[in-house]
């Protein structure tokens, strides 16, 4: 199976720190989209980004940054100054183009940001 | 505007129970996505509906599972009988568009069986 692989099972920093949680992702096909998601403590995924495979341009919002490297097929996210607030699991995610358009779901990395 | 909703939020029943969950997708969204987490599986996609139609069974466990969708604007996903080893967060989410969208997810069903 065509995996996502998220190899930081947990990562603990302290509040101000970057942190950047890695995705690498396995696919045959040109076109796909990659996705993050955050699950804080109270339970619910909520979506920070899409980018499709098309789209190598890194993307930046507020605190939050994505570098899409398609020769590596990594997908990684970074938080710069981190704070408690971050703390949640982060989870990568892949949908090919195809007809069957489910997400491929990373394990997740869960983040810890200490005050 | 009203996310996904889900219902119960909590359920606490015995094996051999039925239990029923439910979803309404957000209005106008086109495809529903039931799926289960637990700490050893992560996220397990159960099934997909889309245009109210099942696309997508695969996941589903057991024909203890099963799922319905009757109307765009509410699911159902029903385990009878009931076993313990089904405890775990339920989520149900939906998508709007033609498949390449983001999906939304509710704030999940915590299921414990007994």
């Known amino acids: 199976a065509q995996k996502v692989t998220q190899a930081q099972t947990e990562i603990s920093v302290v509040e101000k720190e970057d942190v950047t949680l890695d995705c690498v992702y396995e696919?045959?096909?040109?076109?796909?989209?990659l996705f993050w998601y955050k699950q804080p403590p109270s339970g619910e995924l909520v979506f920070l980004i899409r980018?499709?495979?098309?789209d190598e341009q890194n993307e930046i919002s507020g605190r939050y940054s994505w570098n899409f490297q398609k020769s590596t097929s990594s997908f990684n996210f970074t938080i710069t100054a981190s704070q408690v607030v971050d703390s949640a699991v982060y989870f990568c995610?892949?949908?090919?183009?195809?007809?069957?358009?489910?997400?491929?779901w990373g394990l997740g990395t869960s983040l810890a940001v200490n005050p | 505007d009203a996310g996904v909703i889900q219902s119960p939020r909590h359920e606490v029943t015995e094996m051999g129970q039925e239990v029923t969950l439910r979803c309404k997708p957000i209005s106008g969204h086109n495809s529903l996505f039931w799926y289960r987490q637990t700490m050893m599986r992560g996220l397990e996609l159960l099934i997909y509906f889309n245009n109210n139609v099942p696309i997508d069974d695969s996941g589903m466990p057991e024909d203890r599972f099963s799922a319905k969708m009757p109307n765009a604007s509410f699911s159902t996903l029903k385990i009878q009988p009931s076993e313990p080893r089904d405890s775990a967060v339920y989520f149900c989410?939906?998508?709007?568009?033609?498949?390449?969208?983001?999906?939304?997810f509710g704030p999940g069903t915590r299921l414990t069986v007994l």
């Open positions: 995610a892949r949908q090919d183009a195809g007809n069957n358009r489910k997400l491929i």
């Open positions: 696919t045959r096909d040109t076109t796909y989209y």
């Open positions: 980018r499709n495979s098309f």
């Open positions: 989410a939906s998508r709007s568009g033609t498949g390449y969208n983001e999906q939304f």
